[in-house]
């Protein structure tokens, strides 16, 4: 049963599946954002293939029109995929890619239709945010531990309080308004969130990986703080170009500090 604030999410979706598509904008519109978050996932899948030797079975939690999965299948050799999503009408996008060894089901990640221990790698990309409940949040993740194997590793791309705030007082020192959450997502907060599932999943130290930057939690630090901070700034007032080859030259930049909301974290299944 869908709740008011579950229409509300569906009715943006809608919304967001008529006006873009297919096009890897559709959730969203910085182009530089979008690359960056399909690198971390690519990545870590390649990084997990190697360790486990043997084709995967992936999880894209809210998979939306299925351009990340399209990516994915690209790259994955004889990984199985299996794509969820809550909005019909981008799962009927998804549909039209005709991805092969790739299942698209509408589901609820609160409730997931799938067996215990089923999968060996899910990723959200900004998908959690979309609950607006911090409780029911929390059940998601816990059935996203539920669904993976023992060991399994869940790569966690969504937003936090933490990076927002410290963005939107860069933002005030050069006299710009904050940024506010859209009306339709509930970031995480940091601490309360670890917290709530230190008996699921522990985080793993990024520094594992070594030194790729790709694969750094504030891979869009640098990025968010010059986009939004810096390059608003010059401009007294103008209005920011979006995809421009100002911020193309920006999305070079190595990660540094605490400045994006959005966030990527892996999380193991203890």
Same mark, same amino acid.
């Given at each position: 049963?869908?709740?008011?604030?579950?229409?509300?999410?569906?009715?943006?979706?809608?919304? @967001?599946? %008529?006006? !873009?598509?297919? /096009?890897?904008? #559709?959730?969203?519109?910085?182009?530089?954002?979008?690359?960056?978050?399909?690198?971390?996932?690519?990545?870590?899948? +390649?990084?997990? #293939?190697?360790?486990?030797?043997?084709?995967? =079975?992936?999880?894209? @939690?809210? &998979?939306?029109?299925?351009?990340?999965?399209?990516?994915? &299948?690209?790259?994955?050799? /004889?990984?199985?995929?299996?794509?969820?999503?809550?909005?019909?009408?981008? $799962? +009927?996008?998804?549909?039209?890619? +005709?991805?092969?060894?790739?299942?698209?089901?509408?589901?609820?990640?609160?409730?997931?239709? *799938?067996?215990?221990?089923?999968?060996?790698?899910?990723?959200?990309?900004? &998908?959690?945010?979309?609950?607006?409940?911090?409780?029911?949040?929390?059940?998601?993740?816990?059935?996203?531990?539920?669904?993976?194997? #023992?060991?399994?590793?869940?790569?966690?791309?969504?937003?936090?309080?933490?990076?927002?705030?410290?963005?939107?007082?860069?933002?005030?020192?050069?006299?710009?308004?904050? @940024?506010?959450?859209? =009306? =339709?997502?509930?970031? !995480?907060?940091?601490?309360? $969130?670890?917290?709530?599932?230190?008996?699921?999943? =522990?985080?793993? +130290?990024?520094?594992? !990986?070594?030194?790729?930057?790709?694969?750094? #939690?504030?891979?869009?630090? /640098?990025?968010?703080?010059?986009?939004?901070?810096?390059?608003? /700034? $010059?401009?007294?007032?103008?209005?920011?170009?979006?995809?421009?080859?100002?911020?193309? *030259?920006?999305?070079?930049?190595?990660?540094?500090?605490?400045?994006? %909301?959005? %966030?990527?974290?892996? $999380?193991?299944?203890?």
């Amino acid at each position: 049963m869908t709740t008011s604030k579950d229409e509300v999410i569906l009715a943006h979706y809608r919304e @967001i599946a %008529q006006t !873009f598509g297919a /096009s890897p904008r #559709s959730t969203m519109e910085d182009d530089f954002v979008r690359e960056k978050e399909v690198e971390w996932i690519l990545t870590y899948r +390649d990084l997990l #293939s190697r360790r486990h030797e043997r084709p995967l =079975h992936i999880l894209d @939690i809210g &998979c939306g029109n299925g351009y990340t999965l399209e990516k994915i &299948c690209a790259n994955a050799n /004889s990984d199985r995929l299996t794509g969820l999503d809550f909005s019909e009408e981008l $799962l +009927d996008i998804a549909r039209a890619r +005709d991805l092969p060894d790739c299942t698209l089901v509408r589901g609820d990640v609160r409730q997931l239709q *799938f067996d215990d221990e089923a999968f060996d790698y899910a990723y959200t990309e900004r &998908c959690l945010i979309n609950i607006m409940e911090p409780q029911e949040q929390i059940a998601a993740i816990r059935e996203i531990a539920r669904v993976l194997k #023992s060991g399994g590793d869940y790569l966690m791309i969504e937003c936090f309080t933490d990076g927002l705030a410290n963005n939107n007082k860069a933002r005030a020192d050069c006299g710009l308004p904050p @940024i506010p959450e859209a =009306h =339709h997502n509930k970031y !995480f907060d940091k601490d309360s $969130l670890f917290n709530a599932i230190r008996n699921i999943f =522990h985080v793993v +130290d990024v520094r594992e !990986f070594g030194d790729d930057v790709a694969l750094r #939690s504030n891979f869009l630090s /640098s990025y968010y703080f010059t986009a939004r901070v810096l390059y608003p /700034s $010059l401009l007294h007032g103008v209005e920011v170009v979006r995809n421009s080859e100002v911020a193309k *030259f920006f999305s070079f930049l190595p990660p540094m500090g605490n400045y994006s %909301q959005i %966030q990527a974290f892996v $999380l193991r299944k203890v």
